[in-house]
């Protein structure tokens, strides 16, 4: 998509879209015929399961912060919201600053990477009349399981998954 080759975007800039997007750059930045983007609402990562020692005085605030830009050197940041993703076009359109202001990029690539509560996909899916990849919904995958399915991080670290 770039004049001179191919571009992988990678949408997300918490622990996922970071770790791929410092792979890549080792693996593929440094290449001229490979351009290495992230789009994320945020040009930080804070490790929140922390925050309540740098609360306490018992941690400094960098020791939970991971700056993007200083991470990521050879992969082009862009800050931004993610509006929608064209999988036809291959496109991401994206909007930007205060202003929100609309733009949109081509890839040849795409690696999505925005966590669990990303409004993109849940709107994606409102609009396309469907609730998950399951035909009867995620309603009935919930009640063939006996109880609700979820997933997410607790204030200490402790993942949580399903109802109990």
Known sequence: MTSSGRRVVILGGGFAGLHAA???QRTLASRRDVEVVLISRENYVLFTPMLHEVAAGDLDPAD???????TLRRVRLIQAEVADVDLQARVVRYLVGPLRRPRE??????LLAHGIGDELLRDRRHRSGRDDEDPRGRGAAAESYGRPLGGGGTGDGRELAGGD
């Open 22 to 24: 410092r792979r890549l």
């Open 105 to 110: 990029l081509a890839y040849d690539y795409l």
């Open 64 to 70: 939970i912060v991971i700056s993007l830009r200083k």
